[in-house]
């Protein structure tokens, strides 16, 4: 029989979680974060930060913010059954991503997303101006909780 860890043995153990960037693998890790839930909510109840690239940032403002991860889920999906009803699906001119996740941020990070979010959620960025990568995890109002979620989606 294989050797296996106990959670007893995991639960004195920190851990960050990490999102990865990918539009594709974001319903992927929404079904994680409810396996996780489910089965071993101390694991994200006590991780110190919660991180996320691109998609994974949206992800993880969810999991930091305590959004049903099935609501988002079905924000998705919806998005993805409308977006198909057009000519090329998500690549037709008149399907816009980047309004839609704003919309969606907006409708769903509570009003104090800041709070949450601030010291916990990390999410990775790249600055323009030299191309520097940067880790925000700093928040003064849910509006930079959004903004922040929105540049690192650089989908237009």
Not at 42 to 65: M, T
Request: proline share 6%.
């Amino acid at each position: 029989m294989p050797h296996s860890i106990s959670s007893s043995h995991l639960r004195g153990v920190p851990w960050d979680i990490s999102f990865s960037g990918s539009g594709f693998l974001a319903t992927y890790q929404l079904g994680a974060v409810l396996c996780f839930l489910k089965y071993t909510p101390w694991i994200l109840q006590s991780a110190p930060h919660i991180l996320g690239a691109s998609a994974g940032s949206v992800v993880a403002a969810a999991v930091v913010c305590k959004i049903n991860p099935t609501t988002i889920r079905d924000e998705i999906i919806l998005f993805v059954k409308t977006a198909m009803a057009f000519p090329l699906g998500p690549l037709n001119p008149s399907v816009n991503v980047f309004q839609w996740l704003e919309c969606v941020l907006r409708k769903h990070l509570p009003s104090d997303a800041h709070h949450f979010a601030s010291g916990r959620l990390g999410v990775a960025v790249t600055r323009l101006s030299d191309g520097k990568h940067l880790i925000m995890s700093e928040f003064q109002s849910k509006e930079d909780v959004v903004e922040v979620s929105l540049c690192c989606n650089s989908v237009k």
